[in-house]
């Protein structure tokens, strides 16, 4: 059966509601948004169309302003139509696919699904976005065709950016509806899809909630600040900065603590219903109704007061005392060892080890929380592999239950959770008594989970559409520098992999690209993708390098560098072999300019792209103010004032705009759409980018070194000198600001030409070249690279 989803509804603009409706434009569909009618309507509002579909335009409004952003680009909000429960419920009978996320009660859901029977065309899909309400229980009353149509699909919020998107079929689903959304969700949704069984809250917030719940616990037990185990369930434990007490803020203790007691209530043979205890401080947190960031207060509490760099101090609370202190910075032994350790599963390891109080909370919730997923499967799911991609997806883990597991070893967490009194799952011992000792394996790089149906390693299904460079591990690369790997991934395709810190630009990277591509023409290889999987593409080139050179004013050196660093992007241009970008996070700078620089890129839509230099006090000086004087002049036609394209391409570098994702980055002349390609889900994007390659191998013609583009000069600066002065005057710059936007303005002007005329992209280099070390002989420049490397933020000056 073949399916196309060309309109959605969605039922219910609240948070979720309206942030799913946002994704759903993101990804070019028309939406539907509805919402109750006002129940404060005046006598003269009741006919007024504007006034009866306040609610839902005002969620759409907040949506569009809000920050993070919910749309990849403003302009996709002309895809939502808005509209109310009572006029226009019957607009739903043109849409492909109807979601409901209306308030998490029953009754009214199922008000709700009733009218969608009523209306909906038959053959269309209908979900509920329900975090927790067993999905069975909506199919009372409704027809055989929306049984069969009908299946739970839950967000995780914010919809845009958290990966997680759980299909829970119910006995009447049809199975090609199942497969249907597993599909849609991963290649257009961009998510990482789990099939889930209907019990109660599902997988990522079963697990989740238990994790926290058990930290809770723990905290109390053993004594410690909530600031130190927010510390140490942070990014040293592979889990986001706001650790477990900030993320219950985040998440709003009334939502916590509903979700802990719907666990407890549903779920009475859970072995550890023990666990699931609401704590008597987070009972005083309810009680005052301070739930948290929306409250303005919770675990945290920020005060108008500042420290002794002039930030806001913030307060934690005591559990003991139930009172706010000033938050303390941390001395546990095994939080500053964590910090000295990379990997993270060296860092795991180590706070097995680690005798102190964090190292025991570390090593005790984890323990709990590899029992407790042991004993999900099968209940919540058949494949552990599921439970693991949740934690990772939803809760934006880095390692799910069973990967922190195959990290300790199999037996040693076996004994040691038995010891603390854990129950571990018997299909665990029967798999490690069969000589099955991880829960995970790589072969000829593929990825292998333990399957406990048919008691043997099975391929993870829908891996083989990824390229994950972690499974070529077990594979020789093809070349390697100090900071980049060379790996074959199939079909005549290279890929270069930074390995760099952060995957900074130096020498190390430089050379390996140079290296990559002359490996590639001189063999027989069909071209290189230059992509990872890293969090980051890459966030620039080498500070500390730069700085180095700067501050000792080593300028024949640095010229060597910044040289090098040219050249290399026009080796990605000029090479006889097609080379691809493959991007996601953050593109920054030297990154940004490596992109501009391939025949072509394939950028996940999270991808944030700019030319940030002007925050260290520096020009683009990798070819990308030449590539944009370039790109500019490809713009101009017959006719063209040009000036204010050559404004937009100087404001793109002077204000170190960074698109809010790739989408964005069309409009800052950064991707170009007839060469550039977006992919929503950021697993895919080395895969996309290995087929582009292919496809421009065939019949691929080196390109032509460009002699013709064409720089405006004196009367170009003139204009630019303008903009800038406005920056100033709106207070958008400083002197020093506009001193680095002159030296943008004369390189994309060609310099000091006394008119328009054509210059080659080496005569651009060159002015790029002398204007960027200019500055680096500038003491403000000076202090913003130093400034940056001590605070990783910049410095406006």
Sequence with gaps: MSRRIRKAAVLGSGVMGSGIACHF?????????????????????????????????????????GKPAALYDKKFASRIAIGNFEDDFSKIADCDWIIEVVVERLDIKKQILEKVDRFRKPGSLVTSNTSGIPIHLMLEGRSGDFRKNFCGTHFFNPPRYLRLFEVIPTEETDPQVIDFFMHYGDVYLGKQTVLCKDTPAFIGNRVGVYAMAKIYQLTTQLGLRIEDVDALTGPALGRPKTGTFRLGDLVGHDTAAKVIQGIKENCPNDEQAGAFEVPKYLQFLLDNKFLGNKSGQGFYKKTAEKDEKGRPLVLALNLETLEYEASQKSDLPSLKMSKQIDQLDKRVQAFFAAEDKGGELIRRSLLGLFAYASNRVPEITDHLYSIDDAMRAGYAWEMGPFEYWDTVGIQQGIELAEAQGEKI????????????????????????????????????????????LDNYRDRAPVHTTSETVLHDIGDGVLCLEFTSAHNTIGEGVLRGINEAIQIAEEGDWKGLVIGNNATNFSVGANLMMIGMLAYQQEFDEL?????????????????????????????FGGGCETLMHCDAAVCAAESYIGLVEVGIGVIPGGGGTKELALRASDAFFDGDIMIPTLIERFKAIALASVSTSAHEAYGLGLLQRHRDTVVVNKDRNIAEAKQKVLELADNYVQPRKRDDITVLGRGGLAALYIAANELKRGNYASEHDIKIAHKVAWVLCGGDLTGVQKVSEQYLLDVEREAFLSLCGEQKTLERIQYMLQNNRPLRN
């Design 559 to 587: 010229n060597f560098a910044v040289n090098l660093f040219q050249q290399t992007t026009m080796r990605c241009r000029y090479s006889s072999i097609p080379v691809v970008a493959a991007t996601q996070g953050y593109v």
């Design 425 to 468: 799952a018997d299909w665990v011992r029967e798999m490690l008594a069969a000589g099955y000792t991880s829960f995970y394996k790589r072969e000829g790089g593929v990825r292998k989970f333990y399957d406990i149906q048919s008691k043997n390693y099975r391929p993870i299904p829908g891996s083989d559409t990824f390229v994950i």
């Design 25 to 65: 434009a993101n990804i070019g569909l028309e939406v539907l948004m509805l919402d109750i009618v006002p129940f404060d309507l005046k006598e003269e509002e009741k006919n007024n169309t504007a006034a009866r579909n306040r609610i839902a335009a005002s969620s759409l409004d907040t949506a569009i302003k």
